[in-house]
Every structure is written in structure tokens, then in C-alpha cells.
């Protein structure tokens, strides 16, 4: 951190994404953005067939984390709080892969436990979004979705689940345009899964969706049709549950080529948007949730508010 200059930075190295926040503390004790950026690194890519994290995503991880240390550097901040979830999790060579970072960029990575990220994310999450209300978070991942019930600030229920934007591609969607069978099937699994998420019955239905990371930010995106991001008018977009279901049918009804020329998609996230929006929508079907609310503050504003102790 770099405390003498005032400005904070963290890296989540997450799945499908690589992200940096630097940002600076207002006098009102709140995160203020400075420089946000998000790489596609893919470091999970393979990982559900191999169990291991290949050198060519450790490759283009590593590259990326050097040029976000070069671009801490040039503000003054020399110490950057860095994690890793799902995909760092369960690799075989997880370990091997978190020395190796250390080794070639002097980096050292906490590898979060899921309750861990779960609980960072939804303080960070629901900061000026929702506050003092029921909380019913979701966190669309490359490899996992967490699911964390809060009430005001007090976490009562979390959950993890193996159903991600980039696993469940590689397992379900292989034909393109995509395959209505494996659609379905595809379907079927991320239902299964969240069953088993039996949260506080009462409590969920007075809750306030709300939802962060990669996925669900980029969804508001194509609802907003943005040309560029635009964090000012992604945090705080809302969503209906209609409106989900008739983006995924749109993205699904699409090839491959044509989502990559979809107004607020980034080409190298239009191979998994299709997975991500089935799982967002499954989670506003099977918890009955009306509308979702867009946060696009994740798990690197709670790395930087947990160093604080805010």
C-alpha cells in the first residue's frame, strides 16, 4: 500500500480475469476509484479436464501482474494486496503456481478460502448499494458463484458453488451456434447446484438482489449498450428478471461471431456470457428475486477496506 501518497492497490486474480483497483481514501472514510483495469487471462482455462493450471495461462497471468505492478509504480504504491480464488483453489499445482508469481514479480498471493472471498466481496459490495436492507449477494465467477445471504452489514449464510462462466462453458457448450440439448443440460446442472443453497426462507424473500463481478457487470453493459465501460453508469444499473432472460435468449440464439460484435460485450468474454447469464438468471428463478441490482464493487475494493480495517 502506499500509505505516503494516500493511495491503495489490490489485485484479484481471479479465473477468467486478472483485476487492479488503486484507489484513495475520501475524508468520509469511502473507497474512491482512481485506476481500475480488467485483463482476460484465463488462468482456468483446461483446469476442470486437467486439474492443473498450464504454463501458458501462468505465462499470460504473470505478464499481466508485472504491467499492473508498472502501473502502481508510477503512483507511488510499492506494496499491492493480491488474492487468488476458484481457480488457484483447486489446482493441483496451485501452490507451485502462487511461488512462482512470487519468484518472477515479488508478489506474494493470499489464496482466499471461499468463505473468505465470499465475505470481502459482499462488504465491498454493499457499500452505498442497499445498505441497512437484506442482502442476497450473488458473485458470478470464471469457476465458482458464491452466494452470500446478509442482513444490514452481519453475513448470516454463505455459499460456493462449482458453477462458473468459463467451467461451465468448457463442460456444456460445445457446439456453436449453441446446441439446444446442451443448453439444457447446461440448465439442468446450475439448478442442482443452487438447491443446495437453503437459505433463511422469510429472509430471502425481503431481500435485495444484488450482484457483482465480470458477468453480471457486463450484462449491464449490453443493457446500457455502452461503447466503453462506464462504472458511473454500471454500479447502481437495475435489472428485472425478464430483462436477463430475454438478454440470455438473445446471446444464446447468437454464434460465436455475432455476440463478438455485440455493443457492450468484449469479444474475449463472448465465448462465456452465454454460461455466466444462465447461471445469474437460474439464481433469480430459484430465489424468486424480481430484479437485480448492479454493483461494480467485487473482491478488490474488500482486499483494500480489510488492509484498512474499514
Known amino acids: 500500500m502506499g500509505k505516503d501518497t494516500g493511495k491503495f492497490a489490490a489485485i484479484d486474480i481471479g479465473t477468467n480475469s486478472t483485476l487492479l483497483l488503486i484507489a484513495e481514501l475520501s475524508p468520509e472514510s469511502l473507497l ?3 485506476t481500475q483495469k480488467q485483463t482476460t487471462t484465463r488462468l482456468g482455462k483446461g483446469l476442470g479436464k486437467s486439474g492443473v493450471i498450464s504454463r501458458e495461462a501462468q505465462d499470460v497471468n504473470i ?5 499492473y505492478q508498472g502501473i ?23 501452490r507451485e503456481v502462487t511461488r ?12 482466499l478460502s471461499s468463505d473468505e472471498e465470499a465475505r470481502l466481496s459482499f462488504k465491498a459490495a454493499a457499500t452505498g448499494l442497499e445498505e441497512g436492507k437484506n442482502i442476497l449477494l450473488v458473485d ?19 455459499g460456493s458453488f462449482p458453477v462458473g462462466a468459463v467451467n461451465l462453458t468448457e463442460k456444456y457448450l460445445h457446439k456453436d451456434p449453441i446446441d439446444e440439448k446442451e443448453f439444457a443440460a447446461l440448465l439442468a446442472y446450475i439448478h442442482k ?8 426462507e422469510n429472509q430471502v424473500k425481503e431481500c435485495s438482489l ?33 430483462r436477463v432472460k430475454e438478454l440470455l435468449d438473445n446471446l444464446r440464439n447468437r454464434s460465436l461471431e455475432e455476440r463478438k460484435k455485440v455493443t457492450g460485450l468484449k469479444a474475449e468474454r463472448a465465448d462465456i456470457i452465454v454460461a455466466g447469464a444462465a447461471i445469474l ?30
Open 193 to 200: 447446484e443452487l438447491q443446495a443453497f437453503s437459505p433463511y
Open 140 to 158: 458470478i465467477g470464471g469457476g465458482s458463484t458464491e452466494l452470500i445471504l446478509g442482513a444490514g452489514q452481519e453475513i448470516l449464510k454463505t
Open 100 to 111: 512462482r508469481i512470487e519468484t518472477e514479480t515479488g508478489l506474494m498471493v493470499k489464496v
Open 210 to 242: 444484488l450482484g457483482v463481478a465480470g458477468t453480471i457487470t457486463t450484462l449491464a453493459e449490453i443493457d446500457l449498450k455502452l461503447e466503453q465501460y462506464d462504472a458511473d453508469q454500471v454500479h447502481g444499473h437495475v435489472m428485472d428478471q425478464n
Open 32 to 34: 474512491v476509484p482512481i
Open 63 to 67: 505478464a499481466t501482474l508485472k504491467q
Open 281 to 310: 438468471h437460474g439464481v433469480m428463478e430459484i430465489f424468486k428475486q424480481e430484479q437485480i441490482t448492479v454493483s461494480d464493487r467485487g473482491l478488490r475494493y474488500g482486499l483494500i477496506m480489510k488492509e484498512l480495517g474499514l
Open 72 to 94: 502502481a509504480r508510477k503512483e507511488g504504491i510499492e506494496k499491492i494486496v493480491v488474492s487468488g480464488t476458484q481457480a488457484l483453489r483447486m489446482a493441483e499445482n496451485g
